[in-house]
């Protein structure tokens, strides 16, 4: 199975700050990767599919890029409720696998 | 818009098997090139991919779990649903159901899911 590392693991930050989460595969996926938002007792959310596509209605302060083994999600302006646990997953090969999460909170 | 809900027993004895379901509203499970996904998550830790299967009935599982999961669509229902046999306090977790779609260019995405319903393994 593809193994999928995420960094940092957790990071503190404030409103208005610009976050950076990056995503490692085991090996290359071409761009079959999406990024998830989680919070507390809720879904995931689709952010970003295809690696840099953003879904219908998210905020554009989400933006995907990578191809291959590195993937990065970037936040520009974190705001309030983007506080949460982002997952990138990859569909590039089966068993679809996430990562281990990136839990974003507030310094 | 499509919604998706998740149903089952809650608590479950070892070794026994788990049925779940997930209601569909909205729309038919059955249209479009959709596939449908189950999830698990177990408290405080990350997500894992159970399995899909799409409207034609292609299916594919997670080979950490093939030989005890099933997979299937009722149509006349609605409904996906989920068996996991033999189970073990591993797979005490909340287990979503959500929708997949292949955009234009084959690149797969799962844009609904449903709220989860926890299922917890113990004698």
């Known amino acids: 199975a593809i193994q999928m590392t995420q960094s940092p693991s957790s990071l503190s930050a404030s409103v208005g700050d610009r976050v950076t989460i990056t995503c490692r595969a085991s090996?290359?996926?071409?761009?079959?990767l999406g990024w998830y938002q989680q919070k507390p007792g809720k879904a995931p959310k689709l952010l970003i599919y295809?690696?840099?596509t953003l879904q219908s209605g998210v905020p554009s302060r989400f933006s995907g890029s990578g191809s291959g083994t590195d993937f990065t999600l970037t936040i520009t302006s974190l705001q309030p409720e983007d506080f949460a646990t982002y997952y990138c997953?990859?569909?590039?090969?089966?068993?679809?696998?996430f990562g281990p999460g990136t839990k974003v909170d507030i310094k | 818009q499509v919604l998706v809900q998740e149903s089952g027993p809650g608590l479950v004895k070892p070794s026994q098997t788990l049925f779940l379901t997930c209601s569909v509203s909205?729309?038919?499970?059955?249209?479009?090139?959709?596939?449908w996904n189950w999830v698990r998550q177990p408290a405080g830790k990350g997500l894992e991919w159970i399995g899909r299967v799409y409207t034609s009935g292609s299916l594919n599982y997670n080979p950490s779990l093939k030989s005890r999961v099933t997979i299937s669509l009722d149509t006349s229902n609605n409904q996906l649903s989920l068996k996991l046999s033999s189970l073990t306090a591993a797979d005490t977790a909340v287990y979503f159901c959500?929708?997949?779609?292949?955009?234009?260019?084959?690149?797969?995405?799962?844009?609904?899911w449903g709220k989860g319903t926890t299922v917890t393994v113990s004698s």
């Open positions: 959500a929708r997949g779609k292949d955009d234009e260019n084959y690149y797969y995405y799962m844009d609904v």
């Open positions: 909205g729309g038919s499970i059955s249209s479009g090139t959709y596939s």
């Open positions: 997953l990859q569909d590039y090969d089966y068993p679809f696998t």
């Open positions: 295809a690696a840099s």
């Open positions: 090996q290359g996926i071409r761009k079959d």
